[in-house]
């Protein structure tokens, strides 16, 4: 009978561990969300993102150019090997 008590003592334990443990983590994420959200209330009259947004439009246009010249590149492979085919068949 001694040994049931203690199961039921040690998984109320358990229970009890894992509320608390959930209960800190609900107040830890309620607070860092009213943190950030102060801060981004004010993230306008802090930062300037005016030279950050002419990066990424460089950035952006770096990209494709980069996948445009990988799309040739692998035109000119495929229109070669058709080609080769077209060759060795004749």
Same mark, same amino acid.
């Given at each position: 009978?001694? =040994?049931?008590?203690?199961? %039921?003592?040690?998984?109320?334990?358990? *229970?009890? @561990? $894992? &509320?608390?443990? *959930?209960?800190?983590?609900?107040? +830890?994420?309620?607070? !860092?969300?009213? #943190? /950030? !959200?102060?801060? +981004? @209330?004010? !993230?306008?009259?802090?930062?300037? %993102?005016?030279? $950050? &947004?002419?990066?990424? &439009?460089?950035? =952006? #246009?770096?990209?494709?150019? /980069?996948? #445009?010249?990988?799309?040739?590149? $692998?035109?000119?492979? @495929?229109?070669? *090997?058709?080609? =080769? *085919?077209? @060759?060795?068949?004749?």
């Amino acid at each position: 009978m001694e =040994k049931n008590q203690l199961v %039921v003592s040690s998984d109320q334990r358990g *229970r009890k @561990a $894992l &509320t608390n443990l *959930r209960n800190a983590a609900f107040v +830890g994420g309620v607070s !860092a969300m009213t #943190a /950030l !959200a102060s801060v +981004g @209330a004010h !993230a306008d009259d802090t930062i300037d %993102v005016s030279g $950050l &947004t002419g990066q990424l &439009t460089s950035a =952006k #246009a770096t990209v494709l150019l /980069l996948f #445009a010249a990988g799309l040739i590149v $692998l035109g000119i492979f @495929a229109g070669y *090997r058709y080609l =080769k *085919r077209g @060759a060795n068949s004749a």
